[in-house]
Every structure is written in C-alpha cells, then in structure tokens.
C-alpha cells in the first residue's frame, strides 16, 4: 500500500514511524513533513490547507491512502478534496470536522445525543459574557469557539482576565468548571463502527506541576494504572457511540479519529472537547504500544469496512513522551536553533527510546528548530517508572539552546502505581 501523510508535526512522525514499520506498507510519503520524517518518508512540499493540491500530490504519487493528520486541513476541507478524487482517506469531512472547529457546534451535538459534558453559554456580546462568568462562578472557563491551537482556553480565578481573554474573541463558550484528572480518549470511526484505542493522559500546561499557560501539550503517557478498566467501555457507550450516531443522523458521518478530552469528575465524566484528528503529544504514547500493523486499520476506517476489522492487540508496555519546546513557547518561540545529540539518542537509547521531531527542519548539514514544540522524546518500558527514566535519559542527551521541558511528566502516575505494587507485594 502507498500511503501519504499530510502534516508536520510529531504526531505526524508517530504516524508515520509506525506506518514505516508496517510491512503491508510499500511506500510511505509525507508533505510537508520535517526533518525527523524525512529518515522514514519521502517528503513533498505541499499547501497542507489547499485541497486540490494534497489530491493533485496524492493522484501524482499513486497513493492507496491519505492520512490527514492536523486539524486546520480537516476543517479547511481537505479530506472532502482527496475523496472526490477517488483516493481513500482518513480523516473526517470539513462538516464533521467542525466537532472540533466550532465548540458551539460540539456542544450541539453533545446536547442532541445526550453526552455529558460541562454547562456552557454561547456568547458574543461583553453583557452576555458577563452574566454568564457570574453564573457560573470562579474557577473561570472561557473558550475561543474557534481553532486556537489548543491556546484559545483560558482558565483563572480572575474575573478580569477572563473578561479582556473574552473581549478578544468573536465567539467565545463559557463553561462551568470541570474539577479531576484529565483523560484523553481515541477512537477510530468509519462514521458507524467505533473502535477506542487505549487512554493517555497529557500535559498542558507549560510548567512543572502543572502551572503557566496552556499550551498544545509538553507530555503524555499510557496507560493509566490509577484508571477505572471499565472506563473505555463507559466512555464508548456515553460519549463515543452516542456522538458518531448522531453526525451520522444529521447526515455528516464523521470517519477518522474521533478524539474525546476528558474530566473524570466526582459526579463522573464529563467531555471537555472533542477534536477531529489523533491528539499531540498522546499519539506517540498510544502508537509506541500499539501492535496491529497501522495502515490496515486506518484503510478500513477510510473505506467504511472497520466491522470487519479482528480486534486490536496492544503492548503490556508502557509509554512516556516528553516535549522539548523552543525558547519563550508558548508565546512567540524562538526559532532557527541547531539541535544536537540525536544521533547519541539513535546509537545509546534505541530502540526503547527515540525522537520524534516536530518543528525542525534541515539546514544545511544541521538539524535546528523551526516552530514550538521542537521535539518529542518517547520511550517504552515495562511500567511507567522505567519508561520515565528512558525519555528522560535521552531528553537530557540533547541539546537545543533555550529549550525548555516539563520534568513531572507521568511522575505522579508512576509513583502510585509502584505504591500500588508495593502494597499488593
Ligand atoms: P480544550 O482546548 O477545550 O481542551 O481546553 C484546554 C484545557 O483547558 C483542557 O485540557 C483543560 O485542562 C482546561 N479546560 C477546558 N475546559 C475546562 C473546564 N470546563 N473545566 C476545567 N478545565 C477546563
Ligand atoms: N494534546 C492535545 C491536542 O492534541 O489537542
């Protein structure tokens, strides 16, 4: 099978090194991909935004399967453009994409199919986000309704900064705040079978201890041992199922990655977001554990055949990524920084640890940093605790001046879970 991966980020490398390791795979091309993707893919420049470009490539290249990997494409149409030329595609249409490109529409749906999820007004106008902030109280929730790169949330106790985070948005979704640990939740859908993936949980927020902004995301890690093990059922049957009939019924099936964020609160879960694609940094943890070959799991989503796909089969590993980010991300990060000591990664850590690269590109003979989120340092293990150690070792292998990195990713978890060992033993 010939496959093209659009996109350019660590996710799309996950995608990609797994789509490498498939053997029904023949040829694996990636636009515009980075310098990380280029020792798995070919790469092709492409306007990832422009439809009739990626199923002009595609059509060019032969390509038996399109995997759309970011959002803003999903939501420009992109995978709308790549069927009507015939060719597979994974990823949802510019409709149901909007799951995750209005939240005003997410809240719809969830409303229409009875999925849990925080209380919410819509609002446009400073009166309207007025009442509603004092309705609903402090801790503040208040959303950009549209894209924002996982940077239009914004979180406070202070009323003044959620109102001036409000005046800057056309739309904003102002919602009750969710109290609990946070779990992130991927099924994979050709609009009416559903199949979850394992849980992950990710990281935020910039700093250690989960202080700063938002950002896309610093680390993730599988599974969750402090999880409930019937929560993939519940949330299947609550949230998953309820919500890909429902875009079927309104007649805009969503087929792709349907992606829940989750809180678990003390009165149950509740949805915090949905988005339309495989989720950054938790598809490098998910993919790392993995075991059914990738492409035939992501064509039956495609071509509507994911009922007759055998169960998936997962590593008892464990899987922990840590993102290594620019210098001032999340604000406006520094670029065009050498980075080192990936090929000491490659000789010392592999094949239980390894570098996925997100904003880099080749200069020159040098790899340095060309976005945010630079790199994301996965690592399997037997439990989190020697998974940690692994990503960690090799974080500190390398080098890229200014970068910063959260040191606190699945510490917590791990920690419980050896407790939990120890008490059991
Ligand atoms: P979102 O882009 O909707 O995922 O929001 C980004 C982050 O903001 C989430 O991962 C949560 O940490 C936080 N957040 C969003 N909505 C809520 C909420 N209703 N209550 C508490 N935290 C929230
Ligand atoms: N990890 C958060 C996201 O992909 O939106």
Request: with cysteine.
């Amino acid at each position: 099978m010939k496959v093209l991966v659009i996109g350019s980020g660590a996710r799309e490398h996950a995608l990609c090194r797994s789509l490498s390791l498939d053997p029904d795979v023949t040829a694996l091309h990636c636009a515009p991909g980075n310098a990380g993707i280029a020792e798995v893919a070919e790469l092709h420049p492409v306007d990832a935004l422009d439809g009739a470009a990626v199923a002009e490539l595609a059509a060019g290249l032969g390509a038996e399967l399109v995997v759309v990997g970011p959002e803003a494409p999903l939501v420009a149409g992109v995978a709308d453009a790549v069927r009507a030329a015939g060719i597979p595609v994974f990823g949802p249409s510019g409709e149901a994409a909007q799951l995750e490109g209005s939240k005003a529409f997410a809240k719809d749906i969830m409303a229409a199919a009875g999925v849990p999820t925080a209380r919410s007004y819509v609002c446009t106008t400073a009166e309207e986000v007025a009442e509603a902030l004092d309705a609903f109280g402090a801790p503040y929730v208040v959303k950009d309704d549209g894209l924002a790169a996982g940077k239009g949330v914004v979180v406070t106790e202070d009323l003044d900064e959620a109102k001036a985070h409000a005046a800057g948005c056309d739309r904003v979704v102002i919602e009750e705040f969710l109290d609990g640990p946070e779990v992130s939740l991927f099924a994979i859908t050709d609009g009416e079978s559903v199949v979850p993936l394992q849980p992950a949980q990710d990281f935020k927020r910039a700093l250690d201890g989960d202080e700063g902004p938002n950002t896309g995301g610093m680390g993730a890690y599988s599974p969750l041992p402090w999880a409930d093990p019937k929560l993939v059922e519940e949330v299947l049957e609550t949230v998953l199922r309820p919500t890909v009939n429902e875009l079927r019924r309104r007649g805009t099936p969503f087929s792709g990655l349907l992606y829940a964020g989750l809180a678990i609160t003390g009165r149950g879960v509740r949805v915090i977001e949905f988005n339309a694609r495989f989720g950054d940094p938790e598809t490098q943890v998910v993919l790392a554990r993995l075991k059914t070959p990738l492409a035939g799991v992501l064509l039956a989503a495609a071509n509507g055949t994911l009922a007759d796909l055998a169960p998936l089969r997962w590593s008892e590993d464990a899987a922990v990524t840590v993102v290594v980010a620019s210098h001032n991300y999340p604000g406006a990060p520094r670029t065009g920084d050498p980075i080192t000591g990936l090929a000491e990664v490659a000789a010392e850590d592999a094949p239980h640890a390894y570098v996925l690269h997100a904003g880099t590109k080749q200069d020159g003979g040098a790899v340095v940093s060309a976005g945010g989120r630079v790199l994301s340092v996965t690592a399997t293990g037997t439990d989190l605790t020697e998974a940690r150690e692994r990503a960690y070792r090799a974080v500190d292998r390398i080098r890229l001046d200014g970068s910063q990195h959260r040191t606190d990713i699945a510490a917590k978890a791990a920690r419980e879970a050896q407790a939990a060992q120890a008490a059991r033993a």
